[in-house]
């Protein structure tokens, strides 16, 4: 993704790489950041201090781990520089950390930061709401990669989050992750989530809305991880100099 995200940026006309980082010990530490993305040399190498990338940065997009996420908040805050937040697998303490980030700068935090994706999302509400949940089930599928950390994917929980909003439902209170053995009928209004893990899949995700005699399926595939840089990019462009707040896909895309 680092890499993607360096391609995306210096082709952006409207964009300028001001730095990219990696942990400390990366053999990537020095080498071009154009020539690490596919392309020209671009002047510029690779660092492993993050204190110096925000310095010099309007914004910043960190695709790294949540165990990083409150020092890359902490450094954003300290030079006012609005934060792209694209890492997955929060717990509380991760979403407190961004919550305190976004009482002092731009903060833009998804899942996915896909513009279909986005959408996706917004369709899954709007058709969760108009369905009854006595009469449709709900059922998200996911499938990604062997080398993904976490699951379900971030994504998942958010077209579930989605789903239960359109419900006007707490998705904790709806949500089945998991089922083995002898679980019994499926309980009216349920959420459940079912991942799948193997190959190189980039990610795929289905939302079916499934009742007796019919089932409709919103899926969105992705083939290349270039649209989440492409998605981010466009939320560090938009974000720039923005007041602080707590910003999602939905409001760079103005939905």
Do not use: C
């Not at 809305?209 to 492409?230: M, N, W, Y």
Request: glycine share 10%; no cysteine.
């Amino acid at each position: 993704m680092g890499r993607m995200l360096l391609k995306e940026t210096l082709s952006q006309a409207e964009a300028t790489l001001a730095g990219g980082s990696a942990r400390p010990g990366s053999d990537i530490v020095g080498q071009d950041l154009g020539v690490l993305a596919g392309l020209k040399t671009a002047g510029i190498t690779a660092t492993d201090a993050a204190d110096a990338l925000f310095a010099a940065s309007d914004a910043v997009i960190d695709f790294t781990r949540t165990e990083l996420l409150a020092h890359h908040a902490e450094l954003a805050m300290r030079h006012s520089t609005a934060l792209i937040v694209g890492t997955t697998g929060f717990d509380d303490a991760a979403r407190a950390v961004i919550d305190q980030a976004a009482a002092k700068i731009p903060v833009v935090q998804a899942a996915n930061m896909s513009v279909g994706v986005t959408l996706l999302g917004q369709l899954v509400r709007q058709v969760a709401a108009k369905l009854d949940a006595g009469i449709f089930d709900i059922e998200i599928v996911e499938m990604h990669h062997r080398h993904k950390i976490d699951a379900p994917s971030g994504t998942a929980l958010a077209l579930a989050q989605a789903a239960a909003e359109g419900r006007q439902v707490t998705l904790d209170d709806v949500a089945r992750k998991t089922r083995d053995g002898q679980i019994g009928p499926r309980p009216k209004g349920e959420i459940g989530i079912s991942t799948l893990r193997g190959g190189d899949v980039v990610g795929d995700h289905t939302v079916i809305f499934a009742s007796e005699g019919e089932r409709i399926e919103l899926t969105h595939k992705a083939s290349s991880r270039q649209i989440f840089a492409r998605g981010a990019v466009r939320a560090a462009l938009w974000a720039a100099g923005r007041k602080p707040g707590l910003y999602s896909m939905l409001d760079v895309l103005g939905l």
